[in-house]
């Protein structure tokens, strides 16, 4: 059992150190300048961000004891599935 949960480690580790060759190594083929880059990513960082703050003022908001339970019905909508 233990060496299952090692190999399992081992491939999570692999993909995590994969991912992040990768993207050093697109940083540094990009056509574009760094200070493009780093605004680009910027951007990106401040959008994450917002979504993020807003899940959890939702989250927050749903848990709290003043929340009805009818309060809530979902429409549908934004699904990913």
Do not use: H
Not at 22 to 50: C, F, H, M, W, Y
Request: glycine letters at 8%; charged letters at 25%; aromatic letters at 6%.
């Amino acid at each position: 059992m233990s060496n299952r949960n090692s190999i399992d480690t081992s491939a999570v580790v692999a993909f995590m150190a994969g991912a992040v060759i990768a993207a050093g190594v697109t940083l540094l083929l990009t056509p574009k300048t760094g200070s493009q880059v780093r605004e680009k990513l910027g951007d990106v960082r401040e959008n994450a961000i917002d979504k993020l703050r807003s899940c959890a003022r939702e989250a927050k908001f749903k848990m709290s004891p003043k929340t009805k339970d009818g309060s809530f019905k979902y429409d549908g909508g934004d699904a990913w599935i």
